[in-house]
């Protein structure tokens, strides 16, 4: 009998500690621990949001690199001196072949 009574009195204190007035009482820290997980939902979706975000410009980076490095080398191709004779030949242009005269000014005094 006096097992029957222990398992009774510890049956009634589940009752007691999950009760009705327990579980009203402790709505206010439900809540609380509701609004914590949200957050740390929210916290999760951003963070993978912004890990996105950041190969996402790391890709455009490496791109505009390329392109930049590209055209950098393009234009010095471009402006090499035998470059810039040919691609001024077709206008009439020629490269000098005695160097330029120098002009004095005769009016000037020294």
């Not at 206010?28 to 963070?47: D, M, Q």
């Not at 490496?62 to 930049?68: A, C, G, I, P, S």
């Amino acid at each position: 009998m006096s097992e029957e009574k222990e398992i009774a009195r510890k049956r009634k204190d589940r009752k007691r500690l999950f009760g009705y007035r327990w579980i009203v009482k402790n709505i206010p820290f439900f809540l609380f621990l509701s609004v914590l997980a949200v957050i740390y939902i929210y916290n999760g979706h951003y963070a993978d949001k912004t890990v996105r975000n950041i190969n996402k410009v790391n890709k455009e980076l490496k791109e505009l690199q390329y392109e930049y490095k590209n055209l950098k080398s393009e234009v010095m191709y471009r402006s090499k001196q035998s470059e810039l004779a040919k691609a001024v030949e077709p206008l009439g242009l020629k490269e000098l072949t005695v160097p330029p005269a120098v002009l004095v000014d005769t009016l000037v005094e020294h």
